[in-house]
């Protein structure tokens, strides 16, 4: 079943596969851990917006004045007539902003909750792996070859390039998981872009400390 203690590729593909398949088809979102991650953190805005958004929807007329307030500021606090009433146009063939109270969806959001309980999945999920190749143990050491290139500085190494990966995510809007399997599985042009970049800038780096140790 397990090669020199690593699942089958073929076992790891079919979970993945299944995973970004049916999460979307379960739970109406992409799956995406940084993603996860940042609505981990984020809660109380996520909170906010959806309760701003199931306000406007609950009341067109709201929305409407909140749009046009929008676009005077923008403007510089007034309006063109023309513009004005295309605006009123747009606002009165909205469907959303046309159906009635009753019959609007309200936000969908997982919560932190939600959030936290796929992550620490993750978690749980590894330790599962490791128990089943017998394997399960706890360590704070890196790798031979991760102290060889840095040195005494490897663990500052290693939180250094965990806030360079969050930062990266957030300016890419998504990681691997969002980007390499969601994004890429649906074709999407910005993930394969993503994709592409994230995987070329990868094979350069191992290559270059290939050479240098």
């Known amino acids: 079943m397990f090669v020199e203690g690593l699942w089958p590729w073929w076992l790891g593909a079919l979970a993945l596969g299944a995973t970004c398949f049916g999460y979307?088809?379960?739970?109406?979102?992409t799956c995406t851990v940084s993603g996860f991650w940042g609505g981990v953190v984020n809660w109380r805005q996520e909170r906010e917006a959806a309760r701003a958004e199931a306000e406007l929807a609950a009341n067109p007329q709201a929305?409407?004045?909140?749009?046009?307030?929008?676009?005077?500021?923008?403007?510089?606090?007034?309006?063109?007539?023309?513009i004005q009433a295309?605006?009123?146009?747009?606002?009165?063939?909205?469907p959303e902003l046309s159906t009635p109270p009753?019959?609007?969806?309200?936000?969908?959001?997982?919560?932190?909750?939600?959030?936290?309980?796929?992550?620490?999945?993750?978690?749980v999920g590894g330790f599962i792996a490791a128990v089943a190749r017998g394997e399960a143990s706890l360590s704070l050491?890196?790798?031979?070859?991760?102290?060889?290139?840095?040195?005494?500085?490897?663990?500052?190494?290693?939180?250094?390039?965990?806030?360079?990966?969050?930062?990266?995510?957030?300016m890419a809007g998504g990681c691997s998981m969002g980007h390499g399997l969601s994004g890429t599985s649906n074709l999407q042009p910005g993930s394969l872009l993503s994709t592409a970049s994230f995987m070329g800038a990868a094979v350069v780096v191992s290559m270059v400390l290939g050479r240098l140790i």
């Open 141 to 170: 050491t890196m790798s031979p070859t991760f102290h060889a290139i840095f040195g005494p500085g490897a663990l500052l190494a290693l939180a250094f390039g965990g806030l360079l990966v969050g930062f990266g995510t957030q």
């Open 86 to 94: 295309e605006l009123e146009a747009m606002a009165a063939a909205d």
């Open 63 to 82: 929305a409407e004045e909140a749009m046009l307030e929008a676009v005077m500021a923008e403007l510089g606090g007034e309006i063109p007539e023309e």
């Open 102 to 123: 009753s019959q609007s969806a309200p936000p969908r959001t997982a919560g932190p909750w939600g959030y936290l309980a796929f992550l620490v999945g993750l978690a």
């Open 24 to 29: 979307p088809l379960l739970l109406g979102r």
